[in-house]
């Protein structure tokens, strides 16, 4: 049960903080932190006090199968959005695709294709700031929740790996895109997702040194190295995406 509360206990923190980042800061920045591990870390951290290390390694190895799912996601709505009517139905639909052929031995094509995608991205439209209503993020806490629920009671009795892949699914990233799009326009919308996207290679990178190394080098080392994985990968991939 408390694997099962705390990844849904997350989001009543996380989403309003993303929220601030974007009313603040832009919506470049807020997806970028929304493409961080903000919600498969939790999961990973919890599978391990209750289930122990085995338990965790399986569900980072979905983690990683599950990213290019997230990658996909974020390729089909940059790149379809600006013609489709439903630009996130679009989205989501190229993402159950990838869902189909996702494997954790895939990492290196989910790598590649992030990084190809990040590099052809077209030159962003002029954004418009637009205010941010106050109800927008509490209704962004509750749909998340929601479904993340459904994910999570689901997930539970499937399995570890199951529960890293389906923790993958950008349920906090559709919501942030679809409300970004239904206020601001598409082009705030594809600067929040263009973020993500720039985020993905590092979380990659998290939970491949997660899968592989919890079981070899316990908790403390694993995560630890995952961290610094991730922040160099990233910097390096900002270098090449600039």
Not at 1 to 25: A, D, G, K, S, Y
Not at 159 to 169: D, E, K, Q, R, W
Not at 198 to 214: E, I, K, M, N, Y
């Amino acid at each position: 049960m408390e694997v099962l509360l705390f990844p849904l206990v997350l989001p009543v923190f996380t989403i309003p903080m993303l929220t601030v980042v974007q009313r603040r800061f832009g919506h470049r920045l807020g997806g970028r932190l929304a493409g961080f591990p903000t919600t498969t870390f939790p999961l990973l951290l919890a599978l391990v006090l209750l289930d122990g290390a085995e338990a965790a390694a399986q569900a980072a190895k979905g983690i990683v199968a599950g990213q290019l799912v997230f990658v996909a996601f974020c390729l089909g709505y940059g790149r379809l959005g600006r013609w489709a009517r439903t630009p996130v139905v679009v989205a989501l639909v190229v993402a159950a695709a990838a869902f189909s052929v996702a494997d954790s031995s895939a990492w290196p094509v989910t790598l590649a294709v992030a990084i190809a995608g990040l590099v052809t991205w077209p030159a962003p439209d002029h954004v418009e700031s637009t205010p941010i209503p106050r109800w927008d993020a509490p209704v962004r806490v509750l749909v998340t929740v929601a479904v993340l629920a459904g994910l999570a009671v689901v997930a539970r009795f499937l399995g570890p790996h199951l529960a890293g892949l389906l923790s993958c699914i950008p349920v906090v990233l559709t919501i942030l895109a679809s409300s970004t799009h239904r206020r601001s326009g598409f082009p705030a919308a594809e600067s929040l997702v263009r973020g993500a996207l720039r985020s993905a290679p590092a979380t990659l990178t998290f939970a491949v040194v997660v899968a592989f190394g919890l079981t070899h080098f316990g908790p403390v080392v694993a995560f630890g190295a995952a961290v610094a994985g991730m922040i160099v990968v990233d910097q390096v991939v900002g270098q090449v995406s600039r």
